[in-house]
């Protein structure tokens, strides 16, 4: 079983860049996908950003055009570009796959206000 661990969360102006991190305990190559989830107080938690090992990405139309998400099978990577941001993207943000079984880390708090 996987584990995911978040980092790169912070809190950051409207209309600043984050960069999230996600390092994975074991190889990533068997997982056709992996991704990025968050959860807002009082929401369930929902699915930001997809990448295949393919290259193809698809992503939350919340997050479109401002959000990049990437992965570096290599090194056991995840990453996610947030940029543009706003309130409403503030969040916990987690790295999962929904290609396998895992366990939810800890996150990495993202929050976004001025």
């Known amino acids: 079983q996987v584990q995911f661990v978040e980092s790169g969360g912070a809190l950051v102006q409207p209309g600043g860049s984050l960069r999230l991190s996600c390092a994975a305990s074991?190889?990533?190559?068997?997982?056709?996908?992996v991704a990025w989830y968050r959860q807002a107080p009082g929401s369930e938690r929902e699915l930001v950003a997809q990448?295949?090992?393919?290259?193809?990405?698809n992503y939350a139309d919340a997050v479109k055009g401002r959000f990049t998400i990437s992965r570096d099978n290599v090194k056991r990577t995840v990453h996610l570009q947030m940029n543009d941001l706003t309130p409403e993207d503030t969040a916990v943000y987690f790295c999962?796959?929904?290609?396998?079984?895992?366990?939810w880390g800890q996150g990495t708090q993202v929050t976004v206000s001025s």
């Open positions: 999962g796959t929904p290609s396998g079984y895992m366990s």
């Open positions: 074991r190889s990533i190559v068997s997982f056709y996908r």
């Open positions: 990448v295949d090992n393919g290259g193809g990405t």
